[in-house]
């Protein structure tokens, strides 16, 4: 079951682009252009199908809506044809022939022969892409006759941006991907070379006079091209016969950069007498000597996060591995080697393999070197880079290449990965260094194989069968993924205070076609396997849930984590260039958490069924990053400090350290600005900017509100003392020091 995401949508024709009309704020601005436009033999009878339809395609630069008083934004499109009529007859045909987001519905459709008004509902974002597919009919079809379409509208005006032609004979150019050239430097043209075929049958023959220019600012460099015989150059023009009527590729031609400068672009029009002429980009000119490329044409690779690359306890058979990379010279000698470089990795992502497929220009000591020499380099800069990136050593390979100085180095290398079960998103590989500029390309995406979902439930200890109200749901990303035995484990954190009982249940979704066996609770855990795989992407439902709990159980918050056959594989993975060392499975150098729900089981009294009151004596120099509670020594990572109204404030990380309880038992949600601690029977609540102490849920006026302060919770201690029945609270101005307990 391979998966791969498409992430850029290959034109297979020209496409046309207008600029943006511009806006106020609160509108939205697009851009206009024509995705596959069509170009047709003389024979042609002028009906372009659906099916074969260029699309005009709007994309969405910038959505910044006002204030509506509620009402849904709306935008009318006006599309109109020239040299065309429209073939659906109706509004729903019209309708039917608009690709819009999710969120965007076609409200009213106004129509003619050659012209159609869209009013689009709904609110766009950024990078939207709305498509109206040209299905039509040309109105005349004799040779050099073209259909153009124009747009209207608040988001973009675009005129007579032409979707399809009728030519006697015409060619197509094409590459399979730019490459990149520094200023008065030579490149080479992509090493699959420039594609020349006809885009009318019959447009050429055999020795057929071709030429191509060059766009201002570059010349040809170059005296042999592959796939013609008689290829001639002077400046930027070159001439060619062509070696036959079918399509043909001519690979090596070189260019220069010779008056261009940063940000130009190179492009080839191909001619030929009698033909239209076809014109493609090839180049553009860098500011940086290393380009870091992927093939965008590439389908992105989807690999499934918290796996081993066997895809244990799954169905899947694709490989880990990303897209090709590449790391080219925009001129010979270009790399310098004089400074270490990195391949930087997100967090959580490791290497479990690297392919160099090819390492073309590169010395080592004089000689030349290849493949084997980079995964040398490769491995010994993972090692260094402590097996969260590749740090590559100054002078791993000689910095002036003196014996290739014609060709520039290239490599290109695949990167097999595996990433932690919390992971999920783009791979973006980074690349820098001291004398390089630093890049970015992505070059895989993360998935997780499932989900679970839980609540948080505040329970009071009953020993045995405490009831978790709510259910734990796992859901299957997709049908058919976990495969038969794959099994799944749930615990509660402090598993050796907070069991799981044994008469939970266990449901499947029933359309899914899952069956799953060894449903039980073992050693406190629930549990479950896969008997057979799912038909449509399943849920697997744990309810009734009970825990036994231990009398002892401190107040406080415990996590529910997760465990399962793809997570337990996944820490066994072997991991890249650690032959023979004692970290050599990625469990040794991941440092995940299997956390599937904070604050799962809230435990809201403790285990003893008394009111410790606070009797522990606690002295907070100010300004210093220590407080004493009795004689322990709390250091902090903020000082305590003196308010505007001269109330001493503790760091709120410092509480839970001061009152000698389980650090669960503090807890500051960013949400609703509110700080909570559970000490004894009691649970003390405080709000940020509000005089009011909530303890055991009744209300008492405070002498001060707790504050931020650089973007940390601060409480005031004089309440805190309140709050925990202390009534014996000192402070000494001479040594700024406050005292809860002073006599104890």
Known sequence: MKKVVSFVMAAAMATSLVPVTAFAAGDVSATAKVIGALEKGKDFDGVITTAEAPELQLKVTSADYLATGGDVPTVDVTVSLDGAEFTAEDEAGFAALVNAPTAITVAKTEFSEDEVTYTLSGKFKKDDVLAINLASKLTKTGVGKTATVSVDSK???????????????????????????????????????????????????AGTEFTLKLSKGFEFANSTVEGVSD??????????????AEDFTLTGIKIEAVSAKVGDVASIKVSAKGI????????????????????????????????????????DDSDH??????????????????????????????????????????????????????????????????????????????????????????????????????FEGDVVLGFDGTLVDKQEVTVAKFVKPYTIAAEQNDVIIDYRNTAVETPITVTEAEAGLWASNAVFTLTVDRGDMIEFEDDATFTVSEDSGLELKDKKTADGQLA??????????????????????????????????????MSNAYDEQAIYAADGKDNNVIDDVADYSNVVKEAFINVVTSGRDNDNLFTTKVVVPVGEAYLMAGTTRVE???PAYISADNYTMLPVRAVSKALGVNTNNVIWSAETRTITIMYGQRIITMVVGDKTINVNGSAIPASSAPE?????????????????????????????TATLNGSK
């Open 155 to 205: 988001m973009v005006t675009a005129d007579d941006l032409v979707y399809a032609s009728v030519l006697d004979k015409g060619i197509k150019a094409s590459v399979r991907k730019t490459v990149s050239v520094a200023v008065d430097e030579v490149t080479e043209l992509n090493s699959r070379g420039l594609k020349i075929e006809s885009s009318v049958e019959g447009s050429y023959e």
């Open 231 to 244: 290829f001639a150059f002077d400046g930027n023009e070159a001439t060619f016969t062509a070696p036959s």
């Open 276 to 315: 239209s002429a076809a014109s493609v980009e090839v180049a553009k000119v860098v500011d940086y000597k290393v380009a870091v490329t992927v093939d965008e044409d590439e389908d992105l690779p989807v690999i499934y996060s918290g796996t081993d690359v066997e895809n244990t306890g799954l169905t």
């Open 321 to 422: 591995k990303t897209v090709e990379i590449t790391a080219e010279e925009s001129f010979p000698g270009a790399w310098s080697m004089r400074q270490g470089f990195n391949f930087i990795l997100p967090e959580g992502v490791y290497v479990t393999g690297v392919e160099v497929i090819e390492a073309e220009n590169f010395l080592q000591n004089g000689v030349e070197v290849g493949t084997d020499a980079w995964e040398a380099a490769f491995k010994a800069a993972y090692d260094k880079g402590d097996y969260t990136g590749f740090t590559f050593a100054k002078r791993v390979f000689d910095d002036v290449n003196t014996t290739l100085e014609n060709d520039a180095a290239t490599l290109t290398f695949q990167l097999e990965l595996v990433a932690d079960p919390t």
């Open 528 to 565: 479950f396997a896969v008997k057979s795989e799912s038909d449509e992407a399943a849920t697997v439902e744990i309810k009734d849930i009970k825990l036994f709990m231990q009398r002892n159980v401190p107040a406080g918050a415990y996590s529910l984590k997760a465990e399962t056959a």
């Open 636 to 638: 902090l990572d903020v």
């Open 708 to 736: 931020i302060t650089g973007d940390r919770a601060f409480l005031p201690m004089r309440d805190l003392a309140t709050a925990l029945g202390v009534t014996d609270i000192t402070w000494d101005a001479a040594t700024r």
